[in-house]
């Protein structure tokens, strides 16, 4: 029901930052868990950070612990990817999903979660 929209992709040099943004453009994500998975060229997709419904959990791939930070707003009609330190390898398209209960078949699991996003390019270059 509800419908996740991503935007802020962009093209960034390597070791800059950039916030990508999940909009809830239809209902909020009040009951949903979110997630950001990525699509690097010729792969599959791979999971990225994901937060709890209570904003209070938050899990990070290894690759980006400490680089990057999911959030939500107070308003749950927002869920926002801060990137640090980025690196090429992190060039992808970047999808938000949601999902009332994602742990059900694991959270890193594409196949857990039912509300996607069309994504937002994220090209970084060195």
């Known amino acids: 029901q509800v419908q996740p929209v991503e935007s802020g992709g962009r093209l960034v040099q390597a070791g800059g930052s950039l916030s990508l943004s999940c909009a809830a453009s239809r209902g909020s994500f009040m009951n949903y868990a979110t997630a950001w998975f990525l699509q690097a060229p010729g792969h599959h997709l791979d999971f990225v950070a994901s937060?709890?419904?209570?904003?209070?959990?938050?899990t990070y791939s290894d690759s980006v612990k400490g680089r990057f930070t999911i959030s939500r707003n107070s308003a749950n009609n927002m869920v926002d990817l801060q990137m640090n330190r980025l690196k090429p390898e992190d060039t992808a398209v970047y999808y938000c999903?949601?999902?009332?209960?994602?742990?059900?078949?694991?959270?890193?699991?594409?196949?857990?979660?039912?509300?996607w996003g069309q994504g937002t390019q994220v090209t970084v270059y060195s």
């Open positions: 937060v709890s419904w209570s904003g209070t959990i938050t």
């Open positions: 999903a949601a999902d009332p209960s994602p742990v059900r078949g694991g959270i890193r699991s594409p196949s857990s979660w039912g509300y």
